[in-house]
């Protein structure tokens, strides 16, 4: 999110999509790049996700149902969702965030292999980092080492001490 929300806008006023008219370096073509970023980072696809977590969170504590995505479905199928047609739903689901996650966690591995040879070799001279699969599947070892510490470890234990020390990276890395 970080790196996107700033490459995008920049990408875009050198290469103005089609649709503006606009010549590329130009303020007309800032004004479309932050109109096309607004498009895909602004309040409408926000929104998808809140409807989302309105659907869950209504369903769960108004009507009692579990926090599970088949419960939104309970207005179409009712009793079934504890059958078959739920454990279709909530399997879909399972693997739609299995992908996305995945998604994600790709960009974000090759980012932070990149900024890890630059900060590290280049800027500071103290390890010199490659850049390539072998670091990357390494990164993704640990961070799935780490997430899944935390999350064996419980909501209390581990969950909430990793947050407390991201804030507190956050924090540094704002300093």
């Known amino acids: 999110l970080m790196f996107f929300s700033v490459s995008e806008p920049l ?7 089609g ?14 790049a932050m109109t096309q970023t607004f498009f895909h980072w602004g309040f409408h696809p926000w929104a998808i996700y809140g ?12 009507r009692g149902l579990p926090l599970t995505f088949r419960s939104i479905f309970w207005p179409l199928l009712g ?13 879909v689901t399972v693997f739609a965030t299995l992908f996305g996650l995945a998604t994600s966690l790709g960009l974000g591995v090759a980012q932070v292999n990149t900024g890890l040879s630059y900060v590290l070799g280049d800027m500071l ?4 980092i490659p850049t390539g699969t072998i670091p990357q599947v390494l990164l993704i070892a640990g961070i799935t080492a ?3 510490l935390s ?3 419980g909501l209390e234990g581990g969950v909430k001490r990793l947050s407390t020390i991201n804030l ?3 924090l540094t890395l704002l300093g």
């Open 19 to 32: 649709f503006y008219n606009a010549e590329a370096g130009t303020g007309a073509a800032g004004v479309a």
């Open 146 to 148: 780490i997430a899944t």
């Open 151 to 153: 999350v064996a470890a």
């Open 11 to 17: 990408y875009y006023v050198s290469n103005v999509p």
């Open 51 to 62: 409807l989302v977590g309105l659907g869950l969170a209504f369903f769960s504590f108004n």
């Open 168 to 170: 507190y990276l956050m």
């Open 79 to 91: 009793e079934r969702i504890y059958g078959w047609p739920g454990h279709v739903i909530d399997l």
């Open 125 to 128: 001279g103290l390890v010199s």
